[in-house]
């Protein structure tokens, strides 16, 4: 392995290692950096690129405007739960396996709550979300359980809770005011979720990086023992980066709730794994520290868009699975071919 | 004194003890109230109850045990549950006219999916977990494809009765050839240079490194031994029910497999836990849920116990759980002994 004479570069991509021994080090160190660059902050946008001028040559219905809005409306419940799973992942706790659950779950009790009028079922949905996350956050966090199996199991017990509730059945909204159909309609032309998407995303982004907590999220993720050291309490920072993707995930959960009109456990779909592979896609480093909410942005938007034509070109459940199944592992590979050089 | 004792300090060995009885202890309350439902309710339990638990081994166990190898090995393969799912269609498509190639083409499969995944994970030093949570999806992604998410049915009906066919009142040929595969694994981890190399690419990976383990050929091992586990599961309950269909894998047998497993007494940090323990945390589980079906309770209370189960083994396991349990002063047998108890130098006993 050639050493760089200067201080090592940020990053060193892996796919440059042929460049390397043909080049020389000297030369293979700019190539290098370019080609790392490339590989997180351009490939997410010349994949979508593709994947665009794909769909429009190929499909029909494609590149319409009702087409368009159905995109932008997947965005909005994939791209919520989406910066909640960047939360989590950039505190160095992986992902959650139980988002999606916890999305439908919320979702079944905005239906209920709607009884009480529609700003009180936000707020108590919302809220739901964000003890639901908070709770496994908080075992993570103070007694290092493995943030994995916490959400797997988690998942299962919120299933069981939903299927106890509800006796399986599809819930519809309660009390008598339709006013939550003002989220499922679209506002200046576009789905209102997309609007709460840019809201969350833009406050979540100023939050990790201006505010001490955001700092604290990326210490925890990049250097737990550091964080340690520095007396930070990995409690309090892990339950508070759950329960802000707990938070997400209850809008989530309105949303896709209201633009359903029903709740029930269905709901969740692939949620969860389109979440993750939104996060993973955008660039965002999955052993934590490294990320940010625009990254999962643009992850968010690439995701609906291989869904939305992977659907309009008749590909049911199986093919998305494995669609997104393989770009969690190519994109996990890449990430670490492009990181583990730099080490 | 077990493994994992050795390697804690003196406060919480208390906690590693619990841990180390764990699987044995659940699985003796469980036998206890099979046995004794009947003395004190009007429900029976009978031969059938005991061949079914076994039944049950002989699919959801060896999953288990696809899974607890790679923990044992310090690694954690999701895809266990959906290369159980694919393994059985893979045979059922392939098997039609001799059960015996679908087997193979199957188990093979599951050896190249483990083969890709472990050189990945071994090579590259990834976190298992977003390597075989790709993996996952990308197996029951193919399941469905191959099967356009539907069940697929298998002509060859005499290999399913012949699985099934009781033996002894409550064996079976597929809960035979689970308790030779468990016995296999037992022995290998025993008895064999093999097992206690992958205790120690589990527990200290750089130590077994240096101390000449080839850690990159254990790892990879590891996770094809999982991949020919995993599917072989699919096999044989496909075979039985004469169909395969993509759903019997997914997120509900990665929870029964992890429970089991941490019930079983596998650390979830590695180089701990055993196949025996395996399968009486295996058997532990499998009794709940025959009890769950001799007392007709509703689906849910099934997921219920399962996830709140599933919550509490891993907290019992977590890393710092004792620390906290300090923390907030609620020491009890976890806390740290007064100086004045411990023995002036030397190794405490039994080190």
Known sequence: MAQAPAPAPPAAGGLALVIERTLGSRAALATRERLSWLLVNALPIVAFAAIVVVGWLTTDGFATWANVKAILAAVAFVGIIAIGTTVIMLSGNLFSLSLGVTAAVTAIFFMYALAWGLFAAIVLTVGLGLLIVALQGAMVGAWGANPIIVTIGAGGLQTGVALWVTGGESILPRGSSDAYQALARPLGGVPVGIYFFFGVAVAVELMLRRTRFGREIYLLGENRAAARAAALSVTRITTAAFALAGLCTGLAGVLIGAASANGSLLLEGQYTYDAIAAALVGGNAVTGGRGSVSRTVVGAILIATISDLLLLRGYSTGIQLLVKGLIVFVVVVLMNLERGRSR | ?351
């Open chain 2, 1 to 351: 004194m077990n493994a994992l004792q050795r390697r804690l300090p003196a406060a919480v060995r208390p906690h590693a003890t619990f841990i180390g009885v764990m699987p044995y202890l659940t699985l003796l309350v469980g036998i206890l109230v099979l046995v004794l439902l009947p003395v004190f309710s009007s429900y029976e339990v009978t031969s059938f109850n005991v061949y079914d638990i076994l039944q049950n081994f002989g699919v959801l166990g060896l999953v288990t045990l696809a899974l607890g190898l790679t923990m044992i090995a310090g690694e954690f393969d999701l895809s266990v549950a959906s290369m159980y799912s694919l393994g059985g269609m893979i045979a059922v498509k392939t098997g039609a006219a001799e059960p015996a190639v679908g087997f193979l083409v199957a188990l093979s499969v599951g050896a190249f999916v483990g083969l890709v995944q472990g050189g990945v994970v071994s090579k590259l030093r990834i976190n298992s977990m977003p390597v075989t949570l790709g993996g996952f999806l990308t197996l029951l992604g193919i399941s469905h494809v191959i099967s356009n998410s539907k069940s697929v049915a298998f002509s060859n009906y005499d290999i399913g009765a012949t699985l099934d066919a009781p033996i002894a009142e409550i064996f079976s040929w597929r809960s035979i050839i689970a308790l030779g595969v468990f016995a296999l694994a037992a022995f290998a981890m025993s008895f064999t240079r093999l097992g206690r190399d992958v205790r120690a690419v589990g527990g200290d990976r750089r130590a077994a490194r240096t101390a000449g383990v080839p850690v990159d050929r254990i790892l990879i091992g590891v996770f094809v031994v999982a991949g020919v586990v995993a599917a072989l599961p699919g096999v044989l309950i496909d075979y039985s029910l004469s169909a395969a269909t993509p759903d019997i894998g997914g997120v509900d047998a990665l929870i029964f497999a992890a429970t089991a497993a941490l019930l079983g007494g596998v650390g979830l940090s590695g180089g701990i836990g055993s196949p025996v323990g395996i399968a009486a945390g295996i058997l532990s589980l499998s009794i709940l849920q025959e009890l769950l079906v001799i007392l007709a309770s509703p689906d849910y209370v099934s997921d219920l116990i399962t996830g709140g189960l599933l919550l509490f083994v891993t907290m019992t396991v977590a890393p710092e759980l004792g620390q906290w349990w300090r923390t907030v002063g609620l020491g009890g047998g976890f806390r740290r002994p007064i100086p004045v108890a411990e023995p002036a130098a030397g190794p405490a006993p039994g080190d």
